[in-house]
């Protein structure tokens, strides 16, 4: 992709570890640069999509595919940067089977809202991609996005993310993340109101 500007592999869900957030929002940077909004075209439409679903907040600075970022990258997802932004009905291109995935009722209060959006859509639907898809991982990238979203437009945390969070490890047996997220909630609220 460095090499070659006009480069866009084909797709494929793959796990890059903990490049993953990185690699699919410099692909999407890559299929938006190549023809403009083009998400009719299935194949950039997928790149978007696969980077809207990653957690929010990470590695997605806009128009740049460099593996380390400058510290000034702007971390939202790509989609909200490229699509929404500038035409919000664009995002009623992608695929029908996008549209019909549970976060894209995410996508779309964003593009709505993105100012006073405080990731309510992506707790709600979490639940439902873990019990319904029967994937944990892409709940727990709701979750964080969540998160993100509360911390960007009202400089507080989601605690029914957080809570949700603390659930969702409980349920999957992911302990050390468990136990690290009750910690942190317990210094929260004995903290909170001290400062």
């Known amino acids: 992709m460095e090499e070659d500007k006009s480069y866009l592999p084909e797709f494929e869900a793959k796990d890059y570890g903990t490049w993953n957030t990185?690699?699919?929002?410099?692909?999407?940077?890559?299929?938006?640069s190549y023809s403009l909004f083009d998400l009719e075209e299935e194949k950039k439409g997928t790149f978007y999509w696969q980077s809207f679903i990653q957690p929010h907040g990470f590695d997605a600075e806009i128009y740049?595919?460099?593996?380390?970022?400058?510290s000034?990258?702007?971390?939202?997802?790509?989609v909200v940067a490229t699509i929404g932004y500038a035409n919000p009905d664009r995002i009623y291109q992608?695929?029908?089977?996008?549209?019909?995935?549970?976060?894209?009722?995410?996508?779309?209060?964003i593009i709505k809202s993105p100012e006073t959006y405080n990731g309510e859509a992506h707790v709600k639907v979490a639940k439902m991609i873990d019990e319904e898809l029967n994937n944990p991982v892409l709940a727990w990238n709701a979750l964080v996005t969540a998160g993100y979203w509360s911390g960007?437009?009202?400089?507080?945390p989601n605690m029914e993310a957080w809570q949700a969070a603390i659930d969702l490890a409980k349920k999957h047996n992911w302990t050390?993340?468990?136990?690290?997220?009750?910690?942190?909630?317990a210094f929260y609220d004995f903290y909170k109101n001290k400062i």
Do not use: G, W
């Not at 990185?22 to 938006?32: H, L, S, W």
């Not at 960007?152 to 507080?156: L, Q, T």
């Not at 050390?176 to 909630?185: P, Y």
């Open 64 to 70: 740049n595919t460099e593996i380390l970022p400058p």
């Open 72 to 78: 000034s990258a702007k971390s939202e997802s790509q």
């Open 152 to 156: 960007v437009n009202y400089k507080e």
């Open 94 to 109: 992608f695929s029908e089977k996008i549209q019909s995935h549970p976060l894209f009722r995410c996508l779309e209060d």
């Open 22 to 32: 990185r690699a699919y929002n410099a692909m999407a940077q890559r299929a938006f």
């Open 176 to 185: 050390a993340i468990h136990e690290i997220l009750t910690d942190q909630l």
